[in-house]
């Protein structure tokens, strides 16, 4: 019988590159939930002055192809600047592993996905690019879209369980359709905040549930 991966990805998840957790990262992301089933969270140290990632750091949940992409991103990311990583494709990703099964394709997905939100993270933290796009209900809506809705495998908007969203000269509310006592009602609070909270103009970041 023989074997679903190559023995590069074989090789990357067993010892994998870069991982662990950066303390104080310039730029952050979690991709996935392990409750839907694989996960990646990207860490990045970047130069202020030259933008180049210094340090890049995974942690990872899920299979094998889930764990050999975190460490590949990482690698192909080190050294290069923010502008530059944003353009790796999860394609050369699953290339630069010699190729994964069809059914693993989603994992270079997540692991991209995971390095441009780390990247946009920065970007907000830093308001770089964003000065002339202020956060409006819009914008809240694009940045929930990469909130997992734990119990659906999609992402809170999809699901139906955003109720309303205001947005108030720097002040953002966030209604959802849970009460706060449900089993992932603090994760995807967490979430949330973890995704709208560094953006330049954001002053206040509140998520409602419908028993408060």
């Known amino acids: 019988m023989s074997m679903p991966y190559n023995e590069k990805v074989i090789e990357y998840f067993q010892n994998p590159k870069n991982v662990g957790e950066i303390e104080d990262p310039d730029g952050y992301a979690k ?4 409750a839907c089933g694989d996960m990646v969270s990207l860490y990045l140290k970047v130069d202020e002055d030259t933008h180049e990632i210094t340090d890049i750091k995974f942690m ?21 600047t923010i502008e530059e990583a944003k353009n790796i494709t999860w394609k050369e990703a699953a290339e630069e592993l010699g190729g994964l099964p069809d059914l693993k394709t989603h994992c270079s997905v997540l692991a991209v996905d995971a390095l441009r939100e780390a990247i946009r993270n920065y970007e907000e933290r830093h308001g770089l690019g ?17 909130v997992m809705n734990p119990m659906k495998g999609l992402d809170v908007l999809k699901t139906n369980i955003i109720n309303n969203i205001k ?6 509310t ?17 979430d949330i905040m973890e995704k709208l909270e560094p953006r330049w103009d954001v002053e206040e970041v509140k998520v409602i549930f419908v028993d408060e």
Do not use: W
């Open 31 to 34: 991709e996935g939930s392990p």
């Open 167 to 172: 947005v108030d000269d720097g002040h953002i």
């Open 130 to 146: 964003q000065e002339d796009r202020k956060t409006t209900e819009e914008v809240v809506e694009e940045r929930l879209k990469h």
């Open 60 to 80: 990872s949940y899920g299979c094998a192809s889930n764990i050999a992409t975190g460490s590949i991103i990482t690698e192909m990311a080190k050294g290069k």
């Open 174 to 190: 966030v209604e959802v359709d849970l009460e706060s006592d449900h089993q992932f009602a603090s994760a995807i609070k967490e």
